[in-house]
């Protein structure tokens, strides 16, 4: 069983070199693709995303050069409730959420495990750029930084458990750039080697996620008012969807100086208008909080905390709280902290863990 691993293949260059290498190891590999999402107004012979019909058939074409067996899975109703349902919810509660990161606790490393256990495979491998290492010395596996450090995804990954980490393998970690990958598909001769890389949330090809709220759930958006810091009405909003903390382009409003959201107070229905410094915070708590290299925070610990994806990882200290939370001191204050974005800490290059932002402090 411990030779058998089910491939998650989206039908792009990564999943396709994971599938390959993994053969090359020896493992019986099986591809799988997971049918997440299907709107009625989306193009399913769009190249862009994971979910159209042209991202099975690369898929498919793929495998058959491999030589392994290939199947396509429904996972759309677990999807639509703890993927899409979830980031609906979120940002009419005035929260900007991470649906990778919801898709990969919930979708790819809980119900795929569990599909890849009913199929008979011990593994479940992606085409994730990161780095899992058993350490012997605390008897935990630890999930680190890709050695493509300006690829690396450990970010999204927080979520993770032991369990889930010792059935989980992700050969791309190993591999210095994504043009190495791209170089090894081409001499392979797989159909995806060129194929550019999906910039989009998969449920929403076009990037316009309020017109998608907007579309799923129509009584959520109510228009509102905008305040500035002493509560004073400024201006009129759309509805809280359209907006997220740090934002200035796009408010609608002159205030004859720059205007940026401080904050969204989403049982007022209000979104909050100040200046660029008011942006800034010295901290944040965080809830919901996942570790991986540690067991549990007993005491204060210095980390370097990323706010979100692309963020540049600052130095702070995280202070454990009760409830599952955590309060996290920035060094130096950071900009745009934003509730419902993950908070993800990190000792060199190993991720220590990470949770969902609460609120700013």
């Not at 898929?59 to 349902?85: G, H, S, T």
């Amino acid at each position: 069983m411990k030779k058998k691993v089910v491939v998650g293949m989206s039908g792009g260059v990564d999943s396709s070199v994971t599938a390959y290498l993994l053969k090359k190891q020896g493992f019986e590999v099986i591809g799988v693709t997971m049918k997440l999402w299907q709107d009625d107004d989306y193009n399913i012979f769009s190249d862009e995303g994971c979910c159209g019909l042209s991202a099975v058939e690369d898929a498919r074409m793929v495998a058959n050069k491999l030589n392994i067996p290939y199947y396509v899975l429904n996972f759309k109703e677990a999807f639509k409730e703890k993927v899409v349902d979830y980031f609906i919810e979120e940002y009419t509660m005035g929260k900007t959420p991470n649906p990778c990161i919801a898709c990969n606790k919930y979708i790819k490393f809980e119900e795929l495990i569990r599909r890849a256990h009913n199929l008979g495979a011990y593994y479940v491998a992606t085409g994730h750029y990161a780095k899992i290492v058993f350490d012997n010395k605390n008897n935990r596996y630890q999930l680190r930084k890709s050695k493509a450090i300006d690829k690396d995804q450990t970010y999204v990954l927080y979520n993770l458990t032991q369990e889930q980490l010792k059935h989980v393998l992700m050969p791309l970690g190993e591999f210095s750039s994504k043009d190495e990958v791209r170089k090894l598909a081409d001499e392979l001769g797989l159909v995806v080697a060129n194929k550019p890389d999906s910039q989009e949330i998969c449920f929403i090809p076009d990037n316009d996620y309020s017109s998608f709220i907007e579309k799923h759930a129509p009584n959520s958006i109510i228009p509102g008012d905008f305040v500035d810091l002493e509560g004073n009405v400024i201006g009129k909003h759309k509805g809280i969807v359209h907006y997220t903390i740090g934002q200035r382009k796009g408010l609608g409003i002159s205030l004859g100086k720059p205007a940026y959201v401080v904050k969204i107070i989403p049982e007022k229905n209000v979104v909050v208008i100040g200046d660029n410094e008011k942006v800034y915070s010295k901290g944040l708590i965080a809830r919901d909080v996942n570790f991986i290299s540690i067991d549990r925070l007993e005491q204060p610990l210095e980390v370097e905390s990323k706010i979100r994806y692309t963020a540049k990882a600052a130095k702070s200290r995280i202070i454990p709280l009760e409830g599952n939370m955590v309060k996290v001191e920035f060094q130096e204050p950071q900009r745009a902290v934003t509730p419902g974005q993950a908070v993800v800490f990190y000792d060199g290059d190993v991720l220590v863990g990470g949770g969902t932002i609460y609120k700013p402090i």
